[in-house]
């Protein structure tokens, strides 16, 4: 049972460049999540997906863009990559949602220069 | 919205001592409050939680309080080991949104 996979585990980007970073899991879960996690700031919820088709931005969606095609996969865009876009990545996936536990990956460590 | 403030940032202690680690929720309508443990390379991990209509949790060496009057809640390890060292980060679900407070780096010296 792999969980959540995220992939790539680093990332090195230009300013100006863009990517996706992937993000699957085999549990069945609905609901998806991309956080990133910058120093002392703990985890911030950029955005979340109810279910295939369905996503909504969180409290940091600016500069990002996501996509919701099938249950498994919840691809993050970054367009223009900008040096503020530094950070660890997480995505995350729950069955039933923010009122139960989530189950995280291991992480996209991407550095823009 | 929530705002989760989390005390302190960092904890040092002895193996087999306590450690204590605070949050505070602005939120009265949250319910739930989950505890994650991220350990180094890895994402976070919920190692315990507690919901609103409980006062406490434990989870052999592991609990959780939680007083909604005053809006805070707190992580207690006991008998820790060095393997208990990670980063600990508390948080709380308001209108089905988590909110994570800023993470406790927690230090566990043999």
């Known amino acids: 049972n792999a969980g959540v996979t995220q992939t790539p585990k680093f990332r090195i980007l230009k300013i100006g460049q863009s990517m996706t970073l992937q993000c699957t899991q085999d549990?069945?879960?609905?609901?998806m999540y991309w956080y990133r996690q910058d120093p002392g700031m703990g985890l911030k919820l950029i955005y979340y997906?109810?279910?295939?088709?369905?996503?909504d931005k969180g409290e940091v969606p600016n500069g990002y863009n996501v996509s919701r095609s099938t249950t498994e996969d919840f691809p993050l865009r970054l367009e223009l990559a900008a040096p503020s876009q530094t950070s660890v990545y997480f995505c995350?996936?729950?069955?039933?949602?923010?009122?139960?536990?989530?189950?995280f990956g291991s992480g996209t460590r991407l550095t823009v220069v | 919205g929530e705002n989760v403030e989390q005390h302190p940032s960092t904890l040092s202690v002895q193996e087999g001592d306590s450690a204590v680690i605070k949050c505070t929720y602005s939120?009265?309508?949250?319910?739930?409050f989950p505890w994650y443990k991220q350990e180094l390379g890895k994402g976070p991990q919920l190692i315990i939680d507690?919901?609103?209509?409980?006062g406490e949790k434990k989870d052999q060496r592991i609990a959780v309080t939680l007083n909604k009057t005053a809006k805070h809640f707190s992580l207690h390890i006991t008998e820790t080991q060095p393997e208990d060292s990670a980063v600990y980060f508390c948080?709380?679900?308001?209108?089905?949104?988590?909110?994570f407070g800023q993470g406790t780096i927690l230090t566990v010296h043999p």
């Open positions: 995350a996936s729950s069955a039933q949602g923010a009122l139960y536990g989530y189950t």
């Open positions: 549990m069945n879960h609905n609901y």
């Open positions: 997906s109810v279910g295939a088709g369905i996503t």
């Open positions: 939120d009265s309508a949250s319910n739930y």
């Open positions: 507690i919901r609103s209509n409980v």
């Open positions: 948080a709380a679900t308001s209108y089905g949104k988590l909110t």
